[in-house]
């Protein structure tokens, strides 16, 4: 009894947690309704029933709304959770939190623009592969706007503050060859799927919507659901680009925690330069708590950061 009365309080806390340091001044939404959640005995006692992974407040809130729309109150959320408490339960329990920002490619092009051309690019967690395309967007850094293959229309624009250190790239990198790795890689052509990936953008996040919109659209017509693949562990990149006589630098995106080259890997990259493997990260290390972590000299190349 003792057990179960610490682990609801334990969802409590997670849940208030949320509500004042995650959404609150952000989502008024969300947080009200993460507060409701956090006092409500009924909807703990059947977050304490699902397993530990699928209990998170963002998990919660996007199944509500994807099943039975977005609440307008607190009141409105309890009745709707619990009266379709077999149908979110479902939902939660086959999908996750799978967020797709396509504009933290505008912090990215500027690093991608001064390796080694062309490129390749591996993003460890895709989801739907969103952050893969930066080639397909345009930019606009302080007012001064770059577009891919000089179309202005057909793309979606990401704004991006600047100062007078930031490298402003003056073309867009070559991008020779792309694909994702994913437990559950997401294809936004299935009309389910694009779904779960608007939901999972909270209520108030207008601009983020349409941003993630756009995107949708340009990876349709990049055809790239067919590089996103499933697999459980990090891929060494240099096993696939030695297919491709030409070659280019490989870039791993965001969400890579750590890269650490083996001491012996077999068809490893010379030490010519021109197949080198450069990691970039946009998450904190505490993200990953239970990966190692590389060293300066083991994990990052040269033009790249770990940090």
């Not at 009200?32 to 699902?50: Q, Y």
């Not at 990876?219 to 491709?244: D, E, F, K, Y």
């Amino acid at each position: 009894m003792s057990e179960d009365r610490s682990e609801s309080e334990r969802i409590s806390r997670a849940y208030l947690r949320f509500a004042e340091v995650e959404a609150r001044g952000r989502s008024p939404l969300y947080e009200t309704l993460a507060r409701g959640v956090a006092a409500d005995p009924e909807i703990i006692a059947f977050l304490a029933a699902l397993p530990k992974e699928k209990r998170q407040p963002n998990l919660l809130l996007a199944a509500v709304r994807h099943c039975c729309g977005t609440p307008g109150s607190w009141d409105e959320f309890r009745c709707a959770a619990i009266d379709n408490a077999d149908a979110v339960r479902e939902i939660m329990l086959a999908r996750s939190t799978q967020t797709n920002e396509p504009a933290r490619c505008a912090t990215l092009l500027p690093v991608l623009a001064t390796l080694p051309q062309p490129l390749a690019l591996i993003e460890v967690g895709a989801s739907a592969g969103l952050c893969l395309l930066p080639d397909f967007y345009g930019y606009d850094y302080g007012g001064q706007l770059l577009y891919p293959h000089g179309a202005a229309r057909q793309h979606p624009v990401f704004p991006c503050a600047v100062d007078a250190k930031t490298p402003i790239p003056a073309a867009m990198p070559q991008i020779a060859w792309r694909a994702g790795l994913d437990l559950n890689p997401l294809d936004v052509s299935d009309p389910e799927q694009a779904a779960w990936l608007r939901t999972l953008v909270w209520p108030e996040q207008t601009d983020r919507l349409a941003r993630l919109c756009a995107a949708m659209k340009s990876q349709r017509r990049a055809s790239l659901a067919s590089t996103l693949v499933i697999c459980g562990m990090i891929w060494r990149p240099w096993q696939r680009r030695r297919q491709n006589p030409r070659r280019s630098s490989s870039f791993i995106p965001p969400y890579l925690p750590m890269l650490q080259r083996p001491q012996s890997a077999p068809n490893s990259p010379d030490r010519s330069g021109r197949d080198a493997i450069f990691g970039w990260r946009t998450r904190r290390r505490t993200s990953f708590p239970k990966l190692p972590h590389a060293s300066a000299k083991q994990g990052c190349g040269a033009g790249s950061s770990c940090r």
